[in-house]
């Protein structure tokens, strides 16, 4: 059991940057593969980016160069930095645990607001 918290959010100008924190309190972290999602209002959930437990990286196309996820496991905590901030980058942005070879546990945050507007 984990519980995963986000932070890190708020309003940002076009072009400007936020770094979102994802904390995972229960349990060792190092066991759990972390995914950022975001949903924007009246869209689907889609996939940001993913640190798998053994730290390797994926990225969606359209956050590819602009976003760079890591992760310090000391910590318990992954980060999502965001760089040249785009209007349509808007939604809420949900962290996702998962451990690493048991499916069922599998756990979300309740979100962090980044709003990108003029």
């Known amino acids: 059991q984990v519980q995963p918290v986000e932070s890190g959010g708020g309003l940002v100008q076009p072009g400007g940057s936020l770094r979102l924190s994802c904390t995972a309190s229960?349990?060792?972290?190092?066991?759990?593969?972390v995914g950022w999602y975001r949903q924007a209002p009246g869209k689907q959930r889609e996939l940001v980016a993913v640190?798998?437990?053994?730290?390797?990286?994926n990225y969606a196309d359209f956050v590819k160069g602009r976003f760079t996820i890591s992760r310090d496991n000391s910590k318990s905590t992954v980060y999502l930095q965001m760089n040249s901030l785009k209007p349509e980058d808007t939604g809420v942005y949900y962290c996702?645990?998962?451990?690493?070879?048991?499916?069922?546990?599998?756990?979300w945050g309740q979100g962090t607001q980044v709003t990108v507007s003029s």
């Open positions: 640190s798998t437990y053994n730290d390797r990286i």
């Open positions: 996702n645990a998962n451990h690493y070879q048991n499916s069922n546990l599998n756990y």
């Open positions: 229960g349990s060792a972290l190092s066991i759990y593969s």
